[in-house]
Structure formats: structure tokens, C-alpha cells
């Protein structure tokens, strides 16, 4: 079992504690700009207790594959849409090549384990063509907020379960190959840089 996932906190508390704080009205806002874009056959990875299925389109979307390591607890109002849970980490998806056409990232990226190998399966797992919607806190852009995230990134990984605050999206995602089609770097609501830093947007594998 993942250290982080191991005692009372890590399986309890925590969990319980990161699920109301992502189910938050400023986080529920950024998660609709990003999800409702979806269409096909969704590949979710981290799809966690669901936060993101009263978003899809089910006008657009044919089915929900969500990926999270040890098994995700759907506990968000049906999406009427075809849900498959798989256990697993996205470091190592056992899906096969390009069989998804949209793969979805909502605050994700700062807390799996190695984000360039997740990212190489998403885009492995995606068809050619495919999209993915990325919506996802990371790095702050101001000398202020990036000194706050060094002070408090320590403390702040125990208690939300690995959550990396100064990692960036935008970096990470151009590293793995992909280009953005859109991209919105920018602080939600009236959330503290260090925290409230996000990155919204779209991308697709690039031909480079």
C-alpha cells in the first residue's frame, strides 16, 4: 500500500477531508469549464469519488473509464452515463493504445507519483487526434506565491496525501509531447496564489 494511503489519516481522514475541499464551489467552477468538453470514450485518470461526473455531457460522451489506485468509491450523484472503475495508477494504465478519444485531468497531476510517466500512458491511451482536458493547480507565477509554496510544501504534501503544490502543468505537458490548443493560467476565486494557481485548458499530442 502507498505510504500515504497507510493509518487512520491516510485512510480515513484524509481522504474524507481532500474530497470536501475538492468539492468546493470555487474548485466545482474551474471543473465545469474543462469537463462538459468531453466527448467519446472518456479516459478519467484519478477520477477518485466521481466530482467530475455531474459535469460530463451525456449527449457527447459514450462512456466513463476512470483510473485510481485502490479503488475509486463513487460517491457524486449518477452522470447517466456508463461508468468502468479500474484500480490502478496512472503510471501504468492497463488499457490498450488509442482507444479513448478525450482524457480528462482534474487536480491530478500534483499528487501521482511520476507525472511523466502518467502523462506518457494518457498519451499512449489516447487515439490519434484525441484530446485532453487538463484542469489542474501547480506553480505560482509570482516570486510571492512560488516562496509560499517552498515554505508550505512539506506540511501541505502530509496532510493532502502527496499533493505537490509547485508543480507545473504547463511544463510537464510540453515535456510529455503534447501541445496546447488552449491554455488559462490564472488564480481561482479568492484563493491564495500558492494554492489557488490554476492551470485550465486543452492539448493534444504533437506532431513535433
Known amino acids: 500500500m502507498d505510504a500515504r494511503r497507510s493509518g487512520l489519516y491516510g485512510?480515513?481522514?484524509?481522504?474524507?477531508?481532500?474530497?470536501v475541499a475538492c468539492g468546493c464551489s470555487v474548485i466545482s467552477s474551474q471543473r465545469s469549464r474543462v469537463v462538459p468538453l468531453a466527448e467519446g470514450v472518456v479516459l478519467e485518470?484519478?477520477?477518485?469519488s466521481g466530482a467530475n461526473l455531474p459535469f460530463y455531457d451525456k449527449v457527447k460522451v459514450e462512456r466513463?473509464?476512470?483510473?485510481?489506485?485502490?479503488?475509486?468509491?463513487?460517491?457524486?450523484?449518477?452522470?447517466?452515463?456508463?461508468?468502468?472503475?479500474?484500480?490502478a495508477g496512472?503510471?501504468?494504465?492497463?488499457l490498450g493504445d488509442a482507444m479513448a478519444d478525450t482524457a480528462v485531468l482534474t487536480y491530478t497531476l500534483c499528487s501521482v507519483g511520476d507525472p511523466g510517466a502518467t502523462l506518457a500512458e494518457i498519451r499512449r491511451v489516447l487515439r490519434p487526434g484525441g484530446t485532453?482536458?487538463?484542469?489542474?493547480h501547480g506553480l505560482a507565477r509570482d516570486v510571492g506565491g512560488r516562496r509560499w509554496q517552498q515554505r508550505l510544501k512539506a506540511g501541505w504534501s502530509k496532510l493532502a496525501l502527496g499533493c505537490q503544490l509547485d508543480r507545473d502543468p504547463q511544463a510537464l505537458l510540453?515535456?510529455?509531447?503534447?501541445?496546447?490548443?488552449?491554455?488559462?493560467i490564472s488564480i481561482a476565486g479568492k484563493l491564495p496564489a500558492f494554492v489557488g494557481t490554476h492551470y485550465v485548458g486543452a492539448a493534444r499530442v504533437s506532431d513535433v
Do not use: Q, T, Y
Open 64 to 87: 466513463i473509464i476512470g483510473v485510481d489506485p485502490g479503488g475509486a468509491k463513487l460517491r457524486r450523484e449518477d452522470s447517466g452515463i456508463p461508468v468502468e472503475l479500474i484500480d
Open 90 to 94: 496512472g503510471e501504468s494504465i492497463p
Open 11 to 19: 485512510r480515513v481522514i484524509g481522504p474524507r477531508l481532500l474530497d
Open 45 to 48: 485518470v484519478g477520477i477518485g
Open 174 to 184: 510540453l515535456n510529455a509531447g503534447f501541445k496546447f490548443k488552449e491554455l488559462e
Open 132 to 136: 485532453l482536458l487538463v484542469c489542474e
